[in-house]
Nanobody, 122 residues
């Protein structure tokens, strides 16, 4: 069974940093775009960042531009989300996902992880 496994979440003070990691188990995601989404309590899941397999194209939601960086190490089959200058409004469960093509739309992603909690205290 294919799974994406996220790690790196936790509790951090506002202004701090975290790095999330996402790696698949059971297969590789060669050629696929990878994305990060998040869902805060009582809110809909929202797009955060995505990148192509080559890393040549990236998308970010406006509120994280300049603070978050998505990257991938194809040799390790791992995707990262470096989150700096964290704000309380970044608090959410963060999910990584894989898609055939680069997209900001969650319906385009067909493999999802279980999520990792990020909590930013003020």
């Amino acid at each position: 069974q294919v799974q994406l496994v996220e790690s790196g979440g936790g509790l951090v003070q506002a202004g701090g940093s975290l790095r999330l990691s996402c790696a698949p188990s059971g297969r590789t995601f060669s050629g696929r775009a990878m994305g990060w989404f998040r869902q805060a309590p009582g809110k809909e899941r929202e797009f955060v960042a995505a990148m192509t397999w080559s890393g040549g194209n990236t998308y970010y939601r406006d509120s994280v531009k300049g603070r978050f960086t998505i990257s991938r190490d194809n040799g390790k089959n791992t995707v990262y989300l470096q989150m700096n200058s964290l704000k309380p409004e970044d608090t959410a469960v963060y999910y990584c996902a894989a898609a055939v093509r680069l997209s900001t739309w969650s319906n385009d992603y067909d493999y999802w992880g279980q999520g990792t909690q990020v909590t930013v205290s003020s």
